[in-house]
């Protein structure tokens, strides 16, 4: 369980995060905005990025135990952009910092999760070769991730969620039909 002061330098760092780019927030910024002391920041956390990346970790654990079934692929994508969507000046900070890998890092993982639950839930009945089954998910994976990257790097301006359908839409069937594909082969 995360401790109260641990919980209250995690907020003040995503209030700060959300108002200014991650490379002009300090230690003391975030303890002044908290009310802490700089030792209490020191105990739990040895430096800002490893601050970011264990919100960035916890979030990401948080959405993978929170959706252990998925009914498409385009609410893959919905669950993979959620934080981002909700913390979106934050997001575009980190994105843009030196320490953005542990989000993108981060990011992979969540689409590989959501993507495989949507294969588990969506071909339960199929008989579906285990390394088949993991190409198609990193295929799948890859696809959510590469949009959110580009969506990310241009600021986030469109809908993604919006264009997300409209390309599941245009490709309705197309993966029904690579499943059928490596059943048959089987």
């Not at 088949?132 to 993604?160: H, K, N, P, T």
């Amino acid at each position: 369980m995360t401790s109260l002061t641990k919980r209250a330098i995690r907020a003040s760092f995503l209030k700060l995060l959300n108002e200014r780019p991650l490379n002009k927030i300090t230690v003391k910024d975030i303890v002044e905005d908290c009310g802490i002391n700089r030792n209490s920041f020191y105990y739990h956390y040895p430096d800002i990025p490893a601050l970011a990346e264990e919100i960035v970790r916890d979030e990401a654990a948080r959405i993978v135990q929170e959706y252990p079934t998925v009914d498409s692929l385009e609410q893959c994508l919905e669950i993979a952009v959620e934080f981002a969507l909700q913390n979106r000046t934050a997001v575009l900070h980190l994105y843009n910092s030196a320490s953005h890998e542990a989000y993108e890092h981060s990011l992979m993982d969540i689409c590989h999760s959501v993507v495989g639950n949507y294969f588990d839930t969506a071909f339960a009945g199929k008989a579906l070769p285990e390394a088949d089954r993991e190409v198609l998910v990193r295929f799948y994976q890859c696809e959510c991730y590469g949009q959110i990257v580009l969506w990310m790097s241009q600021g986030m301006q469109a809908d993604i969620v919006e264009q997300f359908r409209l390309l599941c839409h245009l490709r309705q069937g197309m993966m029904e039909e690579m499943v059928a594909r490596c059943c048959e082969k089987s």
